[in-house]
């Protein structure tokens, strides 16, 4: 029987509750570190892209309290980047008590691997796709057109491709835990290969700028961690024929 058999809604209500807080109290000191070092780590944020800008070019802001607020977002950015370990051994361990006995050994690994896939889809963003995409945007600078971008635009533009790096990359170990608790199987994630093909370029076509390189760039991975995926399943996907014993370590 699942634990979760046995606890009232208002229990997990309050699980709920605790986990959250935990989750925003990380983020916060991380923020407050991260606030100390705002202007190196924008500098940090920004060097795809005056990596690929002329000499002489920078940033601009149009607004009085623009680079205030912008740092203020990278400080948070920051934060939220060194807490996803404990967000998502929180959300995890949210899940944990719905498990079975054997299911939940699990939970270590699978927060190791959420953390490490996340942050490195964020890295991929911004070592390999930052590069290529920024100097696409550039491209289209002439002699009377000259490209201005703001530390807003630049903040919102970087943040947005590198949580989306980040999640997506999670998708071997989300399909992997699927498998498995039985909800997929390998011969379910071979047989729609060709749908999950058309849903990373339609999701990526959304995530990404309107250009086909960061397109691109978001679903050749992705594609890569589908097969990933299909290996994990076979592995530790659930048999078919799986003995009872799970059932009598939870009873």
């Given at each position: 029987?699942?634990?979760d058999?046995?606890?009232?809604?208002?229990?997990?209500?309050?699980?709920?509750?605790?986990?959250?807080?935990?989750?925003?109290?990380a983020?916060?000191?991380?923020?407050?570190?991260a606030?100390?070092?705002?202007?190196?780590l924008f500098?940090?944020?920004v060097?795809?892209?005056?990596k690929?800008?002329?000499?002489g070019?920078?940033?601009i802001y149009?607004g009085?309290?623009?680079?205030?607020?912008t740092?203020?977002k990278?400080?948070?950015?920051t934060?939220?980047m060194?807490?996803s370990?404990i967000?998502l051994?929180q959300?995890?361990m949210?899940?944990?008590?719905?498990?079975?006995?054997n299911?939940?050994r699990?939970m270590v690994?699978?927060?190791?691997?959420?953390?490490?896939?996340?942050?490195?889809?964020?890295?991929?963003g911004?070592?390999?796709v930052?590069?290529?995409?920024?100097k696409?945007?550039?491209?289209?600078?002439?002699?009377?057109?000259?490209?201005?971008?703001?530390?807003?635009?630049?903040?919102g533009?970087?943040?947005?491709?590198?949580?989306?790096?980040?999640?997506?990359?999670?998708l071997?170990?989300v399909l992997?835990f699927?498998?498995k608790?039985?909800?997929?199987?390998?011969?379910?994630?071979?047989?729609?290969r060709?749908?999950?093909?058309?849903l990373?370029f339609?999701?990526?076509?959304?995530l990404?700028?309107?250009d086909?390189?960061?397109q691109?760039m978001?679903?050749?991975?992705l594609?890569?961690l589908y097969?990933?995926?299909?290996?994990?399943?076979?592995?530790?996907?659930?048999k078919?024929?799986?003995p009872k014993?799970a059932?009598q370590e939870?009873g």
């Amino acid at each position: 029987m699942h634990e979760d058999e046995k606890l009232p809604f208002t229990s997990h209500l309050e699980e709920l509750r605790k986990r959250l807080i935990t989750a925003f109290i990380a983020v916060g000191v991380g923020f407050v570190i991260a606030f100390g070092f705002k202007e190196r780590l924008f500098n940090i944020l920004v060097q795809p892209l005056t990596k690929v800008m002329e000499e002489g070019e920078t940033l601009i802001y149009t607004g009085l309290p623009e680079a205030f607020f912008t740092y203020l977002k990278v400080a948070f950015l920051t934060g939220l980047m060194v807490a996803s370990p404990i967000i998502l051994y929180q959300f995890w361990m949210f899940v944990a008590p719905g498990l079975y006995k054997n299911e939940r050994r699990m939970m270590v690994p699978i927060v190791i691997l959420s953390s490490f896939f996340f942050i490195g889809g964020a890295l991929f963003g911004y070592f390999v796709v930052f590069p290529w995409g920024f100097k696409f945007f550039l491209g289209f600078a002439t002699d009377t057109i000259r490209p201005l971008p703001s530390m807003k635009e630049y903040f919102g533009f970087s943040a947005k491709l590198l949580l989306a790096f980040g999640l997506v990359f999670e998708l071997p170990l989300v399909l992997t835990f699927m498998a498995k608790l039985g909800i997929v199987s390998v011969e379910f994630l071979k047989k729609n290969r060709k749908y999950a093909l058309l849903l990373f370029f339609a999701g990526a076509a959304i995530l990404t700028p309107p250009d086909v390189i960061t397109q691109v760039m978001m679903a050749l991975p992705l594609m890569v961690l589908y097969e990933i995926s299909i290996i994990g399943a076979k592995i530790f996907g659930k048999k078919k024929a799986e003995p009872k014993e799970a059932e009598q370590e939870a009873g």
